[in-house]
């Protein structure tokens, strides 16, 4: 009887990382990404001294006062309670647009002053509109590059 010895085959089991390395890039990259995505965005605001505040002056036909309504009315007085140059209401979502409005008296206060320096807007928000519309109306401040706004309180009726 014959014995028949064989040899195991010793096969050496070679793993290649590439795709796992290629994985991990994946990975680092989609939760930076995704991290990058969740960060909390806010407005600048430029809070002034109280010494400053009485050496800002505008002109009043460079001023025009918003006070938010409800469901996105925003009624509008240009120039001063004493001294009215116009007066109406213009909507965040309708027509007549906001947005058209403060570009119209841009181009107003461009042709009588020679520079839109002095355009001032002040936004009172009242009790009857909310978060979401002040953050709008600061979001058309900021969409048509308005340098000087001012939020202000609501003022008790007299």
Known sequence: MHTIETNADHRTIRIDFAPMVDLGFLLITFFVFTTSLM???AF???VPTDDSISTVQSPVSATITLTLQENGAVDYLEGSNEHILAKGTAY???NPSLRDLLL???QRIIQ???SDNQYTVLIQ???HSNYKEL???LDEM???AINKYVLIDERPRQ
């Open 39 to 41: 960060e909390q965005k």
């Open 44 to 46: 600048e605001l430029h």
């Open 92 to 94: 965040l979502y309708g």
């Open 104 to 106: 119209d008296k841009r």
């Open 112 to 114: 009588q002053l020679g």
């Open 125 to 127: 928000p009242t009790q």
């Open 135 to 137: 953050i709008d109306v």
């Open 142 to 144: 900021t969409i048509t």
